[in-house]
């Protein structure tokens, strides 16, 4: 049924009640709708007070929906937790945000029941590396050099307005909901003054998502100048008004020595101010390196300075045995984006020898201007697929494992498995039931394998983040989907005006 008619029908049954009420025949629509409108003030009763709209608690965000006491029902439960595992005809209790229960039979009576009869609940995809501001650039990396992805995002990057920014975040979170990402880490490098931070967290923060927000450099950053330390620092002091009531956290985007290309060096004295900031900050430090073959010893370098403690490599394409046995001693964590390294020529990151050296691994978009979507069932067949076909081996990574780097070892990269990344009591409630009663997944197999190899975004139907429903019946509850793309579309039109772009 259409909007419109819906509209009719409602109209119309207005109509028949208020004529009822009235007992007259032959009154006109227009005197029917009047009468029940006058209706209320002619009765002699006091009118009841509106309901005050909850506040929200201090810090959050107050458009989101709120927090339930919820029971999902007779679900396929894939916890991804040891010691719970899979539950078939499972449950799950969910109150105020947090996992109360995880079993085969949970009493919860007064609960809201979500029927889970042909789902599969799962923990929330963890996302670990993710320039989301230029999801307003979607599809934009073209496919010449003059249009290729660093120089498109450089060259329109410099037009971008705060409200771009804003508008492009807002976008990918969209689409992060949408596909059962949970959790996002929004690496922000294109922060051109302190409004661009406050407008990309703006975004996160209206979407109601969990994630990390890594301040960064701006495109085309002066080598010679830091990142806007003192703007950083603010950001820290005040961040109780930024966290969204703890969903979101704060790190540092750093370029290190430099990105994929010698061209983009960064002097020592510059990139030593940078990592002492993060320090003395205490904040998380996330660096590129070692993506492509043009920046072999990236890291090496990284670990000859001391820096590798702690901090999260990204693509590490080309990472030497020596460099990941480095990693493994200073704890760092490693983020692949598959889909991106492969677009882009820099070649297929060594999944399987991170995972051997016991390093923690997580999986993530990286930039949809340059792999199109934010699809991590994608992302997840990728890498089995990079695994399998290296090794010559169909069974060298299974899609468990696989599986456990989009949810669990995820949240360990990142840090936050004491959180989410598996359902569990006392964890929070970050979780997505996807509905296997659709064409791809008509067949209840191996359910590891169905996740990895068959199931796509449009059968999420279902995503709780913190306990808050944000798709239910595969429709995102509080934000306007056609609307927000619609407005990323005429920003990036406009944008491509301004700058002259094709
Ligand atoms: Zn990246």
Avoid: C
Avoid at 95 to 120: L, T
Avoid at 145 to 169: H, M, N, S, V, W
Wanted: no cysteine; net charge positive.
């Amino acid at each position: 049924m259409s909007g419109f008619d819906g509209r009719w029908d409602w109209t119309r049954r207005r109509l028949l009640t208020g004529a009822a009420a009235l007992g007259a025949a032959g009154v006109t629509l227009g005197s029917a709708l009047a009468q029940e409108e006058d209706e209320r003030p002619k009765r002699n009763k006091p009118a009841a007070p509106k309901p005050k709209p909850k506040a929200a608690p201090a810090g959050e965000h107050p458009g989101l929906p709120a927090r339930g006491n919820y029971v999902i029902r007779n679900a396929f439960v894939m916890s991804m937790e040891k010691g719970i595992g899979d539950v078939a005809d499972g449950h799950v209790h969910v109150r105020n945000g947090e996992i109360v229960a995880v079993g085969a039979k949970v009493d919860v009576p007064g609960a809201n029941v979500i029927d889970g009869r042909g789902m599969i609940v799962l923990p929330g995809f963890v996302e670990t590396h993710w320039h989301m501001w230029n999801s307003l650039l979607r599809g934009m990396s073209g496919e010449r050099p003059d249009y290729g992805y660093f120089r498109t995002t450089a060259q329109l990057g410099k037009e971008f307005t705060p409200d771009d920014i804003y508008k492009g975040t807002r976008l990918a979170t969209v689409e992060a909901i949408n596909s059962g990402i949970t959790f996002v880490h929004d690496w922000a490098h294109n922060i051109r003054s302190p409004d661009f931070a406050r407008a990309d967290l703006r975004a996160l923060k209206e979407a109601g998502i969990r994630g990390r927000f890594s301040y960064g450099p701006m495109q085309g950053h002066d080598l010679g100048q830091t990142i806007d330390l003192a703007d950083l620092e603010k950001l820290k002091k005040d961040w109780a008004q930024y966290s969204n009531g703890g969903l979101l956290t704060l790190g540092m985007a750093w370029r290190g020595h430099g990105g994929n290309q010698p061209s983009n060096a960064v002097p020592e004295a510059i990139w030593r101010l940078e990592f002492d900031a993060a320090q003395r900050l205490g904040l998380p430090i996330s660096v590129h390196s070692s993506g492509s073959k043009a920046a072999v010893g990236q890291i090496a370098g990284l670990d000859k300075a001391g820096m590798l403690k702690n901090a999260q490599v990204i693509h590490a394409v080309y990472a030497t045995p020596d460099e990941i046995k480095a990693m493994k001693a200073a704890g760092s964590t490693i983020s692949v984006a598959p889909t991106s390294e492969l677009r882009i020529g820099f070649g297929m990151p060594p999944v399987s020898a991170f995972l051997e050296a016991d390093i923690p691994v997580g999986l993530s978009v990286d930039t949809v201007e340059l792999v199109g979507n934010a699809d991590m069932f994608a992302i997840m067949k990728t890498v089995q697929g990079i695994e399998n076909g290296r090794a010559e081996n169909e069974y060298k990574i299974s899609a468990r494992r696989v599986l456990e780097l989009a949810t669990i070892e995820g949240a360990r990269s990142m840090g936050i498995d004491d959180k989410v990344g598996s359902l569990a009591p006392g964890k929070r409630a970050d979780l997505i039931m996807v509905n296997t009663k659709v064409a791809n997944l008509g067949v209840f197999g191996h359910p590891a394998v169905m996740m990895v190899t068959a199931a796509q975004p449009a059968n999420v139907d279902t995503v709780m983040v913190d306990g808050r429903i944000l798709k239910r019946g595969g429709k995102l509850t509080h934000l306007n989907v056609e609307r927000i793309a619609q407005e990323a579309n005429d920003a990036n039109a406009a944008l491509r005006k301004r700058a002259k772009w094709w």
